[in-house]
């Protein structure tokens, strides 16, 4: 059964930069049918999908997040990362990784989310 | 990008049939997905390509898509169904796009 797990510090300083990493067990994350994703939820709020990634290492952003964004992916290690510079309070959320196929846009594997809170 | 219109509540009586709504210009001619997601967990799958179902996901859920709208119906509704529902959408823009959520009460 394929898991995806969240890491990372739960707590970041505005203007510095929050990285979080997406353990994937269970399956590869070389494989040519998925993609490899990340979400979040502001507390109260709805999903934002922040970026996507392939394990090639082609990437796609969100165009508000662009400027600030950055996915890589680690085959040996099996993970995939996120990195999110210049924070601010805004950003405070739940983050998701998720795994979506490349022939369907669903998101079918999700992990439990992480709650980065942003606070000096 | 694209935008996804949700209202904000649907409120249902158990046994009653829920509908639950995502606009969206053209959305017709999309594959839309629709997650559940409960208190404190993370979503769901519950109905993917518009009408398909995840294993495991009860047919009481069902989902259509036509012009302007696309519609996830709950049957039979449970007090277990109680939770957040969000509709998704892939956009030309290589961009995943959600809903703003519909929050389901069961009365």
């Known amino acids: 059964q394929l898991q995806l797990r969240e890491s990372g510090p739960g707590l970041v300083k505005p203007s510095e930069t929050l990285s979080l990493t997406c353990i994937v067990s269970?399956?590869?994350?070389?494989?040519?049918?998925?993609?490899w994703g990340w979400i979040r939820q502001p507390p109260g709020k709805g999903l934002e999908w922040i970026g996507t990634?392939?394990?090639?290492?082609?990437?796609y952003y969100n165009s508000s997040l662009k400027s600030r964004l950055t996915i890589s992916v680690d085959t040996s290690k099996n993970q995939f990362s996120l990195k999110l510079s210049s924070v601010t309070a805004a950003d405070t959320a739940v983050y998701y990784c998720?795994?979506?196929?490349?022939?369907?846009?669903?998101?079918?594997?999700w992990g439990q989310g992480t709650l980065v809170t942003v606070s000096s | 990008s694209y935008v996804l219109t949700q209202p904000p509540s649907v409120s249902v009586a158990p046994g009653q049939t829920a509908r639950i709504t995502c606009g969206g210009n053209?959305?017709?001619?999309?594959?839309v997905h629709w997650y559940q997601q409960m208190p404190g967990q993370a979503p769901v799958l519950v109905v993917y390509?518009?009408?398909d179902r995840p294993s495991g996901i009860p047919e009481r859920f069902s989902g259509s898509n036509s012009g302007n709208t696309a519609t996830l119906t709950i049957s039979r509704v449970e007090v277990g169904d109680e939770a957040d529902y969000y509709c998704?959408?892939?956009?030309?823009?290589?961009?995943?796009?959600f809903g703003g959520g519909t929050k389901l009460t069961v009365l």
């Open positions: 998720a795994r979506h196929s490349v022939e369907s846009t669903r998101f079918d594997y």
């Open positions: 269970g399956g590869s994350i070389s494989s040519s049918h998925y993609y």
């Open positions: 990634i392939y394990y090639s290492g082609g990437t």
């Open positions: 053209y959305i017709g001619s999309k594959n």
């Open positions: 390509d518009n009408s």
């Open positions: 998704q959408v892939w956009d030309s823009s290589n961009e995943w796009e």
